[in-house]
């Protein structure tokens, strides 16, 4: 079933009108690879549906509502109060402009059933978390037979890799202190297969590379968002004692240079000597 696409707070709610059922509402959690690239879902859903028996009427076969006495069939009453007349629904027809003698055996005289149906949604390819599917004719049905519209929700389960704002997608890849000191290629992932990240020498952390159009197709525009993909420079642990004598070694050799080899560290320690002298 195909449905119309809303964003994030649209559409929904309304309520049966005359002769039409309620709509409704379901929540459909997807995981971000069924969001991105499109699904299809199985649903069920439990509604009221027009009584088979009675065909809608709330009475029993062989029988049929009759004009309620009490508004001889309007449906409204006038009631006197003071010098003013309020007019409003009839309370034993309930606006009806019937009552029913002899109720039909399955539906109580309501005139609906509850019956659980399946349906086979489909999913286009880059809805978001918030957005909801119209599915016309499918909500709670009516005595009358006309149906109100079944809106689904999409929830997007949370990915272990990846995070999405709009059309862009968001992860973080740890990197060693040689590859961010010396540069290389690293391989990462991304929802259309796999990529070649290249990182330059003397990269810092949290430096943030973006890769064009390997982000999420938008459901509407077609546009496509890019992958932003954020280093995490990773501390060594466990070490042995001649990896933590070398490492000694080498921070040495970087504090014998002084500002060439670490400049910020270089400038925070210049700042904190000024904030001291002039505190």
Known sequence: IFGDIFGGGGGGGRRGGAGRGADLQYTLELSLEEA????????????????????????????????????????????????FSIQQACPDCR????????????????????????LQVKVPAGVDDGDQIR????GQGSASG?????????RIRQHPIFSRDGDNLYCEMPISIAMATLGGEIEI?????????????ESQSERVFRLKSKG????????????????????????????????????????????????????????????FTTS
């Open 189 to 201: 992932p991304t929802l259309s297969g796999r990529a070649q990240l290249k990182v330059p020498p």
């Open 216 to 275: 999420v197709r938008n459901v509407r525009s077609g546009a496509v968002g890019d992958l932003f993909c954020k280093i995490k420079i990773e501390t060594p642990v466990n070490l042995s004692r001649k990896q933590k004598e070398l490492l000694r070694e080498f921070d040495d050799m970087l504090k014998a240079g002084g500002e060439r080899h670490s400049p910020r560290e270089s400038s925070w320690s210049d700042r904190l000597k000024s904030f």
């Open 135 to 138: 599915l016309a004719g499918e």
């Open 36 to 83: 991105v690239h499109g699904s299809e879902s199985r649903i069920r859903i439990p509604s009221q549906v027009r009584c088979d028996t009675c065909n809608g009427s709330g009475a029993r076969p062989g029988t049929s509502p009759t004009a309620c006495p009490t508004c001889n069939g309007q449906g409204q009453v006038r009631m006197q109060q003071g010098f």
């Open 146 to 154: 006309g149906s109100g519209d079944l809106y689904v929700q999409i």
């Open 95 to 118: 606006g009806r402009g019937t009552v029913i003698q002899s109720p039909c055996s399955d539906c109580s005289g309501s005139g609906t059933v509850q019956k659980t149906k399946t």
